[in-house]
């Protein structure tokens, strides 16, 4: 049923700590199953994607978009024959280093840490998540995945330079990730670019006419609709035209890549690895349609009016956070203190907010900074 270049999981090139094979599911199936009990999995529940949870129950949050992606990823793998367990299995770690508000809490974190000479990376600190943070075992430290979960999350969404990063040289930098991890960055983005079109909308953030104005690849499917079912209400008809967007974006992702793949000529995984480029992609003609869209979020809703007191106070609440332990690391809870042993104060900090929950830091801010300044551990 695979491709030939689909990953097997009997080549797998396995664990840090080998185990024995469990009898009815494979590695990858039991890192998917490892992620999904994780705690910093569980975290993403109150994690906020574009709108806090404090705004609205019915949008999505870093959980629900995570759930979509494993969808859509799930989809793509089956119609190309790729590893649907590997590929599930990225889909539901790709967000899991997102530390609390969104992009806003990246960048006020990664600011914070630009003080101190260094720098904050959702991959990288997912990475460190699962392969230290989640104690769960007696036997090994963090989830002991397989290597090709490791690398995807790595390497899903973008190429890192090796001598930047010689801490990743195990991790293959010079060469591509295989297709399964290939699809997430795409995946991510064809559920990220619809869905914050719906919650946009229902936010009342983003009007019909200008979303049909702006994002060409919608407006043609809204007039579809329109034509099919001219006295359906607007929700209803926004809706059939995001999903046929959708199907639209999936369906080119499935057909382009599997065209580049042939035309490509290769045959296993390790021509995937040395192939000058990535080979999952979009059509030309969609790509457009898709940055186009990506554009209009970004002008229109990421950056909004609207959402910025929220994102301003997520970046006040991590900045004082951090500056707090920063003056204060004996305040620190007695695990994050014993880190200060092996890494510097402002990577141990960094650690700690970035796996809090919106909820969690919120509620730590009140009570540290809010009323007065008191331990948090
Ligand atoms: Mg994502």
Known sequence: MLASYAVRVDSSLGRRYPEPPHPYRDDFQRDRDRIIHARAFRRLENKTQVFTHRISDHFRTRLTHTIEVAQISRTIAGALHLNESLVETLALVHDIGHPPFGHAGERALD????????????????????ESFEQRYASHPGLNLTFEVREGIIKHSHDYAPEAYPQL???????????????????????????????????????????????????????????????????????????????????????????RLQSSGVQTVEDIRHYP???????????????????????????????????????????????????????????????????TRARVVCDYLAGMTDNYIIDLHKKIVGNGVRSGA
Do not use: C
């Open 111 to 130: 600011l914070a840490m630009h003080e101190s000479g260094e720098s904050f990376d959702h991959n990288l600190h997912a990475l460190r998540i699962v």
């Open 169 to 259: 040289a195990e991790y293959l930098l010079d060469q591509r990730p295989p297709i399964e991890a290939q699809l997430i960055d795409h995946t991510d983005e064809i559920a990220y670019n619809t869905a914050d079109l719906d919650d946009g909308y229902e936010a009342h953030l983003l009007t019909l006419d200008q979303i049909r104005r702006d994002v060409a690849i919608f407006d043609r499917y809204f007039r579809q609709v329109e034509r099919e079912f001219s006295a359906v209400r607007e929700k209803l008809k926004f809706n059939e035209a995001l999903k046929l967007m959708l199907n639209h974006l999936v369906t080119d992702l499935i057909e382009n890549t599997s065209r």
């Open 277 to 343: 480029e990535r080979l999952a992609a979009f059509s030309p003609t969609t790509n457009g349609e898709r940055a186009q869209a990506k554009e209009f979020l970004n002008r229109n809703l990421y950056h909004s009016e609207s959402l910025r007191p929220q994102k301003a106070d997520g970046e006040k609440i991590v900045t004082d956070l951090f500056q707090y332990w920063m003056s204060n690391p004996y305040d620190l809870p007695t695990s994050y203190q014993r880190q200060l042993e092996s890494e």
